[in-house]
């Protein structure tokens, strides 16, 4: 259940007790997000709250409070796991209007000292649990949860329950993928069916519900839950394509595990911020739709070479942003 308080006053944060305050919501409301997945805060609003933190610190640097989430990924609420991640897995930054995305391709045209030569893709922003997973030799060996973004929960007991992840590929490549389980609408479903056959209390959300499985070890049933790859990394050896990361999906998509070019709001690689914003409203239109939850429309830059020139910063890569999408009114 998402409980929607009023949304924070749009205007900037004046005194270091209104700064204060707003962490310590900040914080209980991404605490609850992560852990109960009762949100104290819709997800618009928490963004809002957390910008006016920013802008806070900005202008008084020396009261930033080493608490503050905003230096923090999943605003530090998820505790480290065991196992270091091959490379950090980051948040992303958002936008929530034309003029932010324009504003975005500008920061981008900045750091590339050009105009973008290779393209806009455009992906859906899938809600559900982040999930790094392992491929040896063509076989998965490890699933991790994003964890703080450094390290990561090992969960591969999953293996085998999550449908778009092959136990086997097609071929004996080494990769990392990196992508989104979710519990799909019906997966949701029937989870709570199942669960209430074991006397097990109702996941509260599909998002908490796909965070809660992928944890959960030695129940005694099976939820089935749903990736979707929105990225890769390279293991031993140089096996992915090095243009644009169209093509690398595409070769993971190849190798037999689902990529978000296969939900029904697609991939999509556009020349133009304009055609972005077709698209990321075309998505919009779609989203009550789909047959899962997405919480916004992922824009990256498409040719791998302009993503390391635009660069990464300590919290979320410069090369792409998470265009939000208004939350859906609860039925
Ligand atoms: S790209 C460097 N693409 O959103 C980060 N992320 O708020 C690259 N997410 O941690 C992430 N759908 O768990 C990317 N199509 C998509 C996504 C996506 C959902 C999640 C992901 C990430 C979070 C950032």
Known sequence: MTITTTAPAGSALTT???????????????????????????????????????????????????????????GGAV????????????????????????????????????????????????????????YEGGRLVRLVTRGNGTSG??????????VGLPERLAS??????????????????????????HGAGAFSNARNGAAGTLRAKGRPYTVEMTFWAFGAVELDGAVLPDTSHAQVMAFV?????????????????????????EQVDRIAALRARLPFGIDGVVVKLDRLAEQAAAGTGSRHPHWATAYKLAVLPLV
Do not use: C
């Open 16 to 74: 270091r007790d209104e700064y204060a305050d707003a962490i310590g919501t900040a914080i209980r409301a991404s605490a609850a997000y992560y852990g109960s997945g009762d949100s104290l805060l819709d997800d618009a609003s928490f963004d809002l709250l957390v910008s006016l933190v920013q802008a806070y610190e900005e202008r008084y640097p020396e009261h930033t409070d080493p608490a503050s989430p905003t230096g923090k990924v999943a």
């Open 79 to 134: 505790p480290a796991g065991e196992v270091a991640h091959t490379a950090a897995m980051l948040s992303l930054a958002n936008a929530f209007d034309p003029q932010d995305l324009r504003d975005w391709e500008a920061s981008v045209v900045r750091r590339l000292g050009a105009p973008v030569a290779g393209g806009y893709v455009v992906e859906p922003k899938l809600d559900g649990a982040s999930l790094a997973a392992r």
């Open 153 to 162: 929960e090992d969960v591969s007991h999953a293996i085998g329950t999550i």
């Open 172 to 197: 004996d490549v080494s990769f990392e993928v990196r992508g989104e389980v979710l519990l799909a609408t019906a997966q949701f479903e029937r989870a709570n069916e199942i669960r209430a056959a």
């Open 253 to 277: 998509a190849a190798a037999g595990v689902q990529t978000a070019a296969a939900t029904p709001a697609g991939l999509t690689v556009v020349a133009t911020v304009a055609e972005v914003q």
